[in-house]
């Protein structure tokens, strides 16, 4: 089974720049997304298709893929963006959605 | 705008079966490659995804707990029903249903807020 490995957690302090990985065999062959999840909170959709970003979210999120490791990156963190992040893709060669062990992120 | 919320029991026993309904709005599940698919969230774990039902009501479950799931829809009542089988204290988590679709054909848009199962005796 495909296996999404990400560090556990990620600081940072306000106006900084955070970058969370996000490990597989081969994932740059893959479309991954990035979730946003408040404590208490259903989790958010924050990047799409590797890079895309869905209708309200700010452009502070970017997102990369490549060789075995896709990244997130936030730009001049807020303290509101601290939170877990998960990456997503879905394995094609066993037709099931895999989700990453997750991030926390926290802001100093 | 699209809404999904679930609901169900909160606290089973174990070996029971749980059966879970998440009900919609803001879209229809008869729309080519929409699906809704159920993610669990163990208190202080990582987001596993359990199963999704297409809109043609092609299946796909987890290999890890396919033994155990079983996901249906009614189009008519706006509804997507998960029953788990043989429930365990190991299941207890917070139960999602997710919507995907054409914008986001690999991943979950919207999520619904969840709901807390505890399998307990």
């Known amino acids: 089974s495909y296996v999404l490995t990400q560090p556990p957690s990620v600081s940072v302090a306000p106006g900084e720049t955070a970058s969370i990985t996000c490990g597989g065999n081969?994932?740059?062959?893959?479309?991954v997304l990035w979730y946003q999840q408040k404590p208490g909170q259903a989790p958010v959709l924050v990047i799409y298709y590797n890079s895309d970003r869905p209708s309200g979210i700010p452009e502070r999120f970017s997102g990369s893929n490549s060789g075995n490791t896709a990244t997130l990156t936030i730009s001049r963190v807020e303290a509101g963006d601290e939170a877990d992040y998960y990456c997503?893709?879905?394995?094609?060669?066993?037709?099931?959605?895999?989700f990453g062990t997750g991030t926390k992120v926290t802001v100093l | 705008q699209m809404t999904l919320k679930e609901s169900g029991p909160t606290l089973v026993k174990p070996t029971q079966t749980l059966t879970l309904t998440c009900t919609f709005s803001?879209?229809?599940?008869?729309?080519?490659?929409?699906?809704v698919g159920w993610i669990r969230q163990p208190p202080g774990k990582a987001l596993e995804w359990l199963a999704l039902i297409y809109w043609d009501d092609d299946k796909r479950y987890s290999p890890f707990l396919k033994n155990r799931l079983a996901i249906t829809k009614d189009t008519t009542k706006n509804q997507v029903v998960l029953t788990m089988t043989n429930m365990d204290p190991a299941d207890t988590a917070t139960y999602y249903c997710a919507h995907k679709g054409n914008l986001v054909p690999r991943g979950f848009d919207y999520w619904g807020q969840g709901t807390l199962v505890t399998v307990s005796s």
């Open positions: 997503q893709v879905w394995d094609s060669y066993n037709d099931h959605y895999v």
């Open positions: 081969n994932i740059g062959s893959k479309t």
């Open positions: 803001g879209f229809s599940l008869t729309t080519s490659a929409v699906g």
